[in-house]
Structure formats: structure tokens, C-alpha cells
T-cell receptor, first 112, second 115 residues
Framework: DVKVTQSSRYLVKRTGEKVFLECVQD?????MFWYRQDPGLGLRLIYF???????EKGDIPEGYSVSREKKERFSLILESASTNQTSMYLC???????????FGPGTRLTVL | AQKVTQAQTEISVVEKEDVTLDCVYE???????LFWYKQPPSGELVFLIR??????QNEISGRYSWNFQKSTSSFNFTITASQVVDSAVYFC????????????FGKGTKLTVNP
């Protein structure tokens, strides 16, 4: 089974802090994704990565950056957290041969 | 532009009832994939099914069935004899044109199955 893990289930940070959300997958998938999920808005794609050191902006990249130094790990970075970044963050990975994405358990981030 | 519409925001049923979750999509591409995911209260999205645009056969998996109709751009999901454990948010999704890696999600339907 595909296993996607995220570093924290719950996280509380203060405005202006630099925040790192980590995602690790154990199936050697090429593609990885970061989404945020908000009530009434569904899932929105922040960034994705085709492969190591490659990244593409999604639909809402403002205020975020990403890092993919190793194939199994994809990090989402909030350079200076703001209250409007309070959300559920979901990481996913995908094998390039198939289309379905496999998701981690999510990180619920609260920015005070 | 690609779009997925799940018109039902919330549905509430009593256990053992059948329930259908609607999904309507828009795309100009001729090759695409459609998906359903389940998000239980624990939060993790669970992949349920993938269907490609050339395969309009209905699919049945236990109590779950899916009806794909290209003529109406719909990919509906039916749960037969619903159970409390089916309570979750269900998302329909569509692959980006050209078979790229991105998925476009609907806003989800929250299903509550009451005992």
C-alpha cells in the first residue's frame, strides 16, 4: 500500500513565523502535490512537483514556496505565516503511470 | 476551463437507504479521467475509483456503484443500503487536459448516514 505521511496532524503558529510542512511518501512516486482545503472551497492546488528539484505553481501559490531535494520528500514553506493561511493542508503523491493521487492524513494549521 | 460541480452540499439519509451523489463535469478534452474520493472524519482522502473517458461501462464494487454518462457529462456515485460508516465527505475530481498530473476537484458532498 502507498503510504503518505505528514509531519504533524495539528500545528499552531504565530503570525510572521516561518512554517515548514513536511510530506514523505514511500512508493518512489515521481509526482507530489500540496493542497489546502477550506470549508465551501474544496481542495485547491498550491504547488506540485514532477520530480526532484522540479516544481510548478498551482492555483493559489501566493504566500507559499516548496522544496523537493529528495524524491520521497516534498516540503511546503510559509515564509511569513498569516491568519488567512489557517487551513487544512493535504499532501498527495502519484505514480507517473497512473492518474490517481494518494493522500496523506493532512495537517490542520492554525495561525494566531 | 475545467470544472467539476457537485450540486449537493449535504445529504442526510437513514441507514439502509440508497443514496446517489451527483457529479457533473466540464472539459474540452477528449481524453480525461474521472475520480471519486472519500474523506471520513479522520481527514485523509481515500481513493475510490478512476474511470477514463473511453470507458462508459458502469462499475460496481460491493455496495458502491458508479454511472458514467458522457452524453450528460456526469459521473454519479450510488451507495446501496447505506451504513453509518459511509458518513463522510465525497469528492469528485477530473484530470487536467493532456493527461497532466493535476486534478480539479468538486467542492464535495457531505453525506451523513443516521442509525
Amino acid at each position: 500500500d502507498v503510504k503518505v505521511t505528514q509531519s504533524s496532524r495539528y500545528l499552531v503558529k504565530r503570525t510572521g513565523e516561518k512554517v515548514f510542512l513536511e510530506c514523505v511518501q514511500d512508493m518512489d512516486h515521481e509526482n507530489m502535490f500540496w493542497y489546502r482545503q477550506d470549508p465551501g472551497l474544496g481542495l485547491r492546488l498550491i504547488y506540485f512537483s514532477y520530480d526532484v528539484k522540479m516544481k510548478e505553481k498551482g492555483d493559489i501559490p501566493e504566500g507559499y514556496s516548496v522544496s523537493r531535494e529528495k524524491k520521497e520528500r516534498f516540503s511546503l514553506i510559509l515564509e511569513s505565516a498569516s491568519t488567512n493561511q489557517t487551513s487544512m493542508y493535504l499532501c498527495a503523491s502519484r505514480d507517473s503511470s497512473y492518474n490517481e493521487q494518494f493522500f496523506g492524513p493532512g495537517t490542520r494549521l492554525t495561525v494566531l | 476551463a475545467q470544472k467539476v460541480t457537485q450540486a449537493q452540499t449535504e445529504i442526510s439519509v437513514v441507514e439502509k437507504e440508497d443514496v446517489t451523489l451527483d457529479c457533473v463535469y466540464e472539459t474540452r478534452d477528449t481524453t480525461y479521467y474521472l475520480f471519486w474520493y472519500k474523506q471520513p472524519p479522520s481527514g485523509e482522502l481515500v481513493f475510490l475509483i478512476r474511470r477514463n473517458s473511453f470507458d462508459e461501462q458502469n462499475e460496481i464494487s460491493g455496495r458502491y456503484s458508479w454511472n458514467f454518462q458522457k452524453s450528460t457529462s456526469s459521473f454519479n456515485f450510488t451507495i446501496t443500503a447505506s451504513q453509518v460508516v459511509d458518513s463522510a465527505v465525497y469528492f469528485c475530481a477530473l484530470s487536467d487536459p493532456g493527461g497532466s498530473e493535476k486534478l480539479v476537484f468538486g467542492k464535495g458532498t457531505k453525506l451523513t448516514v443516521n442509525p
